[in-house]
C-alpha cells in the first residue's frame, strides 16, 4: 500500500477540512441532500456509519491492508471539492476518508453509483488524476457491481491511469453483508454502535435504496453458449468472451456474499497466489478455459466443511456440477465398509442427481454410481476393482439446465439454487474421517485372535507345599527368611517389639 508522506492533514481551523480539501460536510447518518444525488445520501449513511462503529471499520478498511487499532482516527466527509483542479473540469467525487491509525496517514476519493448505474472507465480514471494531484493516496470506488476481492476491480482499468494510485472497489452488497455478519456476531464494544448498525442496515437493505444482488447475465452470454453448442471457434481475446467470464467472475462473488448471509459465516473465493494479485491473469486463464474446455470453473471455501466445493459449469453439456472430496477411513479394512460410511451421511431424497466417485492407488482408473444405485447395493463402487483398497470419494450433484442456459436471468436463478441444494443436501452433512484416540490396554488382559480378551489364570492357593517346593523357594530368595519365634507371636498375634532407648546401654551396645 502506498502511502504519500508530502500530504499535509493538518485541519482547517474554521471548517475541520483536510488542507487538500476546498469544500466538504462531515459524512452524517441522516444527511440533508438533495433526492437527486441519491449516491452522496447512501454514501454518507454508510461512511458515518464506518466513523461510528468500529466494528465495522475494522472490516471494510481491513480488507484494504489497514489495522483499524484502539488509537486509529476516521474522518469521512460527503460533498467534497478538491482544492487542486484538473484544468477546467469540475469533479466532485462523492466521499473522502482520512485514516489516522497512529502512524502514516492514509486519505481516499470515494466514487459511488447505485440501483443500475454503472461505473466509468473514463470518470474513475480521471479521479485518480484528481488524487494525484491533491496528494490522496487511493481511489474507492462503490457500486452493485462485484469484484472477486476489494483489491480487485470490475473495470479493466489501464496501469498508466492508476499509476501511483491505488484502486479498491467493494460492492454496496459486500459492504451491507459484513454489517450483518458484524450484527449476528453481536460483538460490540457499546450497545449504542450495535443500534446505529442495525438502523444503517435497516435502512441500506430497504429495496428503495437501489442496493442489489448480481442476477443477470451479460447481454453476449446467449450467443456465447450458442456458438459452443453448435461448435463454433471462440476467439479468447474477442469482447463477449472477456464480457461473458467478467460477468461470471461478478456471479461468483455475489454468491459468496448470500451464502455468507445465509449460513452466517464468512463464505470466500478460492484463488491461487498468481490470480489473487493479478486479476488480470485470472481473466485471461479463465477466458483460456472457456474457449478450450467450454467450461467455468469456481471453488468455494466454507468454513467447518469437509472441503471447499467445487463448480464445474459445462456450457457445452449445459450443465452445472457441485462437488466435494473426503478421504475415505483408514480403520476400515473392507471397501464396502469404507463405501456405508460415506453411504450414511448422504440422502435418500432426490439421490437420482447424486453421484459418488471412488479414488484408487496408483494409476488404477477413478469409478463412479449413482447415489441411488450405491444406496441398494453399496459392491457396485468397488466391483471393478476388488483387489485394491479404496482411498477416498467425491460426492457430486450434477443438474442438467436444458433450455434455462441460455438465458442470462434463469442461468443465475437456476445456478445459485443448485449450488444452494447441494450445499442442503451434501456439503452440510459431509465429514472427514478422524482417527480415534489411542486406548490404553490393561496389564490383565490379553488379547486373542478374535479380538476377544483372555483373562490371566488364577492360581490356586494351597495351605500345604511339598519339601521340594519349600526347597527351590529357599534358593531364590535374595535374602535368608528368619523363623518366627514362639515369643514374637502369641496365639497367632503380633508381639510389640521394644525398640532401645536412644542413650540406653542396649543402644549404645554395652
Same mark, same amino acid.
Given at each position: 500500500?502506498?502511502?504519500?508522506?508530502?500530504?499535509?492533514?493538518?485541519?482547517?481551523?474554521?471548517?475541520?477540512?483536510?488542507?487538500?480539501?476546498?469544500?466538504?460536510?462531515?459524512?452524517?447518518?441522516?444527511?440533508?441532500?438533495?433526492?437527486?444525488?441519491?449516491?452522496?445520501?447512501?454514501?454518507?449513511?454508510?461512511?458515518?456509519?464506518?466513523?461510528?462503529?468500529?466494528?465495522?471499520?475494522?472490516?471494510?478498511?481491513?480488507?484494504?491492508?489497514?489495522?483499524?487499532?484502539?488509537?486509529?482516527?476516521?474522518?469521512?466527509?460527503?460533498?467534497?471539492?478538491?482544492?487542486?483542479?484538473?484544468?477546467?473540469?469540475?469533479?466532485?467525487?462523492?466521499?473522502?476518508?482520512?485514516?489516522?491509525?497512529?502512524?502514516?496517514?492514509?486519505?481516499?476519493?470515494?466514487?459511488?453509483?447505485?440501483?443500475?448505474?454503472?461505473?466509468?472507465?473514463?470518470?474513475?480514471?480521471?479521479?485518480?488524476?484528481?488524487?494525484?494531484?491533491?496528494?490522496?493516496?487511493?481511489?474507492?470506488?462503490?457500486?452493485?457491481?462485484?469484484?472477486?476481492?476489494?483489491?480487485?476491480?470490475?473495470?479493466?482499468?489501464?496501469?498508466?491511469?492508476?499509476?501511483?494510485?491505488?484502486?479498491?472497489?467493494?460492492?454496496?452488497?459486500?459492504?451491507?453483508?459484513?454489517?450483518?455478519?458484524?450484527?449476528?456476531?453481536?460483538?460490540?464494544?457499546?450497545?449504542?454502535?450495535?443500534?446505529?448498525?442495525?438502523?444503517?442496515?435497516?435502512?441500506?437493505?430497504?429495496?428503495?435504496?437501489?442496493?442489489?444482488?448480481?442476477?443477470?447475465?451479460?447481454?453476449?452470454?446467449?450467443?456465447?453458449?450458442?456458438?459452443?453448442?453448435?461448435?463454433?471457434?471462440?476467439?479468447?481475446?474477442?469482447?463477449?468472451?472477456?464480457?461473458?467470464?467478467?460477468?461470471?467472475?461478478?456471479?461468483?462473488?455475489?454468491?459468496?456474499?448470500?451464502?455468507?448471509?445465509?449460513?452466517?459465516?464468512?463464505?470466500?473465493? /478460492?484463488?491461487?497466489?498468481?490470480?489473487?494479485?493479478?486479476? #488480470? %491473469? *485470472? =481473466?485471461?486463464?479463465?477466458?483460456?478455459?472457456?474457449? @478450450?474446455?467450454?467450461?467455468?470453473?469456481?471453488?468455494?471455501?466454507?468454513?467447518?466443511?469437509?472441503?471447499?466445493?467445487?463448480?464445474?459449469?459445462?456450457?457445452?453439456?449445459?450443465?452445472?456440477?457441485?462437488?466435494?472430496?473426503?478421504?475415505?477411513?483408514?480403520?476400515?479394512?473392507?471397501?464396502?465398509?469404507?463405501?456405508?460410511?460415506?453411504?450414511?451421511?448422504?440422502?435418500?431424497?432426490?439421490?437420482?442427481?447424486?453421484?459418488?466417485?471412488?479414488?484408487?492407488?496408483?494409476?488404477?482408473?477413478?469409478?463412479?454410481?449413482?447415489?441411488?444405485?450405491?444406496?441398494?447395493?453399496?459392491?457396485?463402487?468397488?466391483?471393478?476393482?476388488?483387489?485394491?483398497?479404496?482411498?477416498?470419494?467425491?460426492?457430486?450433484?450434477?443438474?442438467?439446465?436444458?433450455?434455462?442456459?441460455?438465458?442470462?436471468?434463469?442461468?443465475?436463478?437456476?445456478?445459485? /439454487?443448485?449450488?444452494?441444494?447441494?450445499?442442503?443436501?451434501? #456439503? %452440510? *452433512? =459431509?465429514?472427514?474421517?478422524?482417527?480415534?484416540?489411542? @486406548?490404553?490396554?490393561?496389564?490383565?488382559?490379553?488379547?486373542?485372535?478374535?479380538?476377544?480378551?483372555?483373562?490371566?489364570?488364577?492360581?490356586?492357593?494351597?495351605?500345604?507345599?511339598?519339601?521340594?517346593?519349600?526347597?527351590?523357594?529357599?534358593?531364590?530368595?535374595?535374602?535368608?527368611?528368619?523363623?518366627?519365634?514362639?515369643?514374637?507371636?502369641?496365639?497367632?498375634?503380633?508381639?510389640?517389639?521394644?525398640?532401645?532407648?536412644?542413650?540406653?546401654?542396649?543402644?549404645?551396645?554395652?
Amino acid at each position: 500500500m502506498g502511502t504519500k508522506s508530502n500530504l499535509k492533514q493538518s485541519a482547517n481551523v474554521e471548517n475541520n477540512l483536510p488542507e487538500c480539501l476546498e469544500r466538504g460536510t462531515k459524512a452524517r447518518l441522516i444527511p440533508v441532500i438533495k433526492d437527486l444525488r441519491k449516491e452522496e445520501q447512501v454514501v454518507s449513511v454508510l461512511l458515518s456509519t464506518l466513523m461510528t462503529v468500529d466494528e465495522l471499520a475494522m472490516v471494510l478498511l481491513g480488507s484494504l491492508g489497514h489495522r483499524y487499532g484502539t488509537r486509529a482516527k476516521l474522518d469521512c466527509f460527503t460533498e467534497v471539492v478538491c482544492k487542486k483542479k484538473i484544468g477546467t473540469e469540475n469533479l466532485r467525487p462523492d466521499g473522502f476518508l482520512i485514516f489516522n491509525p497512529g502512524k502514516k496517514v492514509w486519505s481516499a476519493l470515494i466514487e459511488a453509483k447505485i440501483g443500475n448505474n454503472e461505473l466509468n472507465e473514463d470518470q474513475i480514471s480521471k479521479y485518480c488524476q484528481l488524487a494525484k494531484l491533491n496528494g490522496i493516496d487511493a481511489v474507492i470506488t462503490i457500486s452493485n457491481q462485484f469484484a472477486a476481492l476489494p483489491t480487485h476491480h470490475p473495470l479493466k482499468m489501464s496501469k498508466k491511469a492508476t499509476s501511483g494510485i491505488d484502486v479498491y472497489h467493494w460492492s454496496w452488497m459486500y459492504a451491507l453483508t459484513q454489517a450483518k455478519l458484524l450484527l449476528g456476531d453481536d460483538n460490540f464494544k457499546s450497545e449504542e454502535q450495535k443500534y446505529i448498525l442495525q438502523e444503517a442496515v435497516r435502512y441500506l437493505d430497504h429495496p428503495s435504496i437501489g442496493i442489489s444482488s448480481f442476477d443477470r447475465m451479460n447481454s453476449e452470454w446467449k450467443d456465447i453458449v450458442s456458438k459452443i453448442k453448435s461448435g463454433a471457434q471462440l476467439n479468447k481475446n474477442s469482447e463477449d468472451v472477456e464480457k461473458s467470464v467478467a460477468a461470471w467472475h461478478q456471479e461468483q462473488r455475489d454468491l459468496c456474499l448470500k451464502l455468507s448471509e445465509d449460513l452466517k459465516c464468512y463464505v470466500a473465493i /478460492k484463488l491461487s497466489r498468481s490470480h489473487k494479485s493479478d486479476p #488480470g %491473469q *485470472r =481473466l485471461a486463464d479463465d477466458c483460456q478455459e472457456l474457449v @478450450k474446455n467450454h467450461r467455468l470453473l469456481s471453488e468455494l471455501e466454507i468454513p467447518d466443511t469437509a472441503s471447499p466445493m467445487q463448480v464445474v459449469v459445462d456450457v457445452g453439456k449445459r450443465t452445472v456440477a457441485c462437488s466435494m472430496k473426503v478421504d475415505a477411513p483408514k480403520d476400515k479394512k473392507q471397501n464396502r465398509s469404507k463405501v456405508n460410511w460415506i453411504l450414511k451421511q448422504l440422502p435418500d431424497e432426490n439421490s437420482n442427481e447424486i453421484f459418488v466417485k471412488a479414488s484408487w492407488p496408483g494409476r488404477v482408473s477413478n469409478t463412479q454410481e449413482e447415489l441411488s444405485k450405491l444406496k441398494n447395493d453399496p459392491d457396485l463402487l468397488a466391483k471393478d476393482h476388488p483387489s485394491h483398497i479404496l482411498q477416498g470419494f467425491e460426492v457430486i450433484l450434477v443438474r442438467d439446465l436444458v433450455g434455462k442456459f441460455a438465458g442470462q436471468k434463469t442461468f443465475i436463478e437456476e445456478f445459485e /439454487k443448485t449450488v444452494e441444494d447441494f450445499y442442503d443436501q451434501v #456439503g %452440510q *452433512r =459431509l465429514q472427514n474421517w478422524i482417527a480415534p484416540p489411542p @486406548k490404553m490396554e490393561k496389564e490383565s488382559e490379553q488379547p486373542t485372535e478374535q479380538g476377544k480378551v483372555q483373562e490371566q489364570p488364577k492360581i490356586e492357593e494351597t495351605q500345604d507345599s511339598s519339601p521340594e517346593e519349600e526347597r527351590r523357594t529357599e534358593e531364590v530368595w535374595p535374602f535368608p527368611i528368619k523363623e518366627e519365634s514362639a515369643l514374637d507371636t502369641i496365639q497367632g498375634e503380633e508381639m510389640p517389639v521394644e525398640l532401645p532407648m536412644e542413650g540406653s546401654p542396649k543402644a549404645t551396645g554395652e
